[in-house]
Nanobody, 116 residues
């Protein structure tokens, strides 16, 4: 079965950095666009960044210039490099694999906590 496993979350002070990883197994990774979402307590889930199967990226406005999304199609992994973190970046971060032919799959999430 298809599995997405996120890692790399943790606690960091404002201004710090974290790199999240999401490993995909059980399917052909290159068929999927990958998207990072986040959900803060009491708020709706919001899109953070998307990377297509060919590597094209798009970011939410508030993340542009601070976050970088990349993928390694050999390691079946998508990354989210987060720099200049702010307390408002505190959330559970999820990755999602999307394919028009193969469907959508979600990871279990990883917690990111940024303290001021």
């Amino acid at each position: 079965q298809v599995q997405l496993v996120e890692s790399g979350g943790g606690s960091v002070q404002a201004g710090g950095s974290l790199r999240l990883s999401c490993v995909v197994s059980g399917t052909i990774f290159t068929l999927y666009a990958m998207t990072w979402y986040r959900q803060a307590p009491g708020k709706q889930r919001e899109l953070v960044a998307t990377i297509s199967s060919s590597g094209s990226t798009n970011y939410a406005d508030s993340m542009k210039g601070r976050f970088t999304c990349s993928r390694d199609n050999v390691k079946n992994t998508v990354y989210l490099q987060m720099n200049s973190l702010k307390p408002e970046d505190t959330a559970v971060y999820y990755c999602r694999a999307s394919s028009a032919l193969r469907g959508d799959y979600w990871g279990q999430g990883t917690q990111v906590t940024v303290s001021s």
